[in-house]
């Protein structure tokens, strides 16, 4: 039990460290008014919405921390300025930029040059897609699900006089500890259950041996395959000298990744993702993020998987 939560606290630890930077310097931009100043560099973008301007602020925001910008959408939430509906778009719409600074931080420098210049522009052009038909999904949705924009701006409560700096400072440290305390517990316990569940062998249901023949894999890439699941970059490492030797062809790669990456979502989401939106959103609605967000990145998966198949 003390080895399970101190290998607990020791993947958390860093993760939480990030989470209040990005509580405590999203309180800040609101305690200092610029808020309102970003809101107003996406209105083009938000034009083509029903999204109040709310969200474009914490959408900006999340170009540098997505849980800053979550945590932004909650206090909107919280205030009145946005409904559950509302916040679930938001959420979708603050996890796009993710895909760019995955590509940046992760694709262009470790993908690419593991897979080569096919494969691995393969896999960008699928971060690329996945951003797209996320951001595309999210702009129908409100057409359906919200009525009217609402001109709702998260409040300095300073009637337009800045603070100073420090002050601004102090007062977002004591407005944002108690929402990171709340969080912290929860994404601890949440943590936990998934570690322990992993202990269990719980996560061995998403076993794609049985798959592999029906989808024409030949038997060498199912070790690349099956570790893929467990660890993308590993998978990814393996799967190189693969191709470059000439095992697999590039076409057979490419379902490899897709079915790796169809298998690894849930575990990535159980894993990281539900204990992150939980302690955030709270269950009720976190769940709902996290089922949608997956769901949608699952199928895109699976339907350039059927064009892959139809390939053959």
């Known amino acids: 039990m003390i080895d399970l939560l101190l290998r607990v606290l020791d993947f958390a630890f860093p993760i939480l460290i990030m989470i209040f930077i990005?509580?405590?310097?999203a309180g800040l931009l609101v305690e200092l008014g610029l808020m309102k100043k970003l809101s107003r560099l996406t209105r083009p973008l938000l034009k083509h919405t029903n999204l109040p301007e709310s969200c474009g602020s914490a959408f900006l925001v999340a170009i540098g921390s997505t849980v800053a910008a979550n945590s932004m959408v909650v206090q909107a939430k919280?205030?009145?300025c946005i409904n559950d509906r509302e916040a679930i778009l938001c959420a979708l719409l603050n996890s796009t930029p993710a895909y760019v600074?995955?590509?940046?931080?992760y694709q262009i420098p470790i993908i690419l040059p593991a897979l080569g210049p096919v494969v691995g522009g393969f896999y960008v052009m699928v971060f690329i897609i996945s951003a797209i038909v996320k951001f595309s999904v999210v702009i129908i949705l409100s057409k359906f699900w919200i009525k009217e924009q609402k001109s709702c701006t998260l409040d300095d409560g300073h009637n337009g006089n800045r603070p100073p700096l420090k002050e601004a400072m102090k007062a977002s440290f004591k407005k944002e500890k108690?929402?990171?305390?709340?969080?912290?517990?929860?994404y601890l316990g949440m943590t936990t259950l998934v570690f322990a569940l992993r202990e269990q062998g719980f996560f061995e249901i998403f076993?794609?041996?049985p798959l592999a023949d029906l989808f024409g894999i030949p038997s060498e890439s199912i070790i690349p395959l099956t570790t893929y699941i467990a660890s993308p970059i590993l998978g990814v490492s393996l799967l190189g000298p693969m191709i470059g030797e000439g095992s697999i062809s590039y076409l057979q790669a490419m379902?490899?990744?897709m079915l790796g990456s169809m298998f690894m979502l849930p575990i990535f989401s159980i894993r990281t993702l539900l204990p992150r939106y939980i302690s955030i959103f709270g269950p009720k609605l976190g769940v709902k993020i996290v089922t949608i967000s997956t769901g949608m990145s699952i199928l895109i998966r699976f339907t350039i998987l059927v064009i892959l198949l139809s390939i053959i």
């Not at 108690?178 to 929860?186: D, G, P, Q």
């Open 22 to 25: 990005g509580l405590w310097g």
């Open 255 to 257: 379902i490899i990744i």
């Open 207 to 209: 076993s794609v041996l």
């Open 78 to 80: 919280d205030k009145g």
């Open 178 to 186: 108690k929402l990171f305390f709340k969080i912290a517990t929860i």
């Open 101 to 105: 600074r995955g590509i940046i931080t």
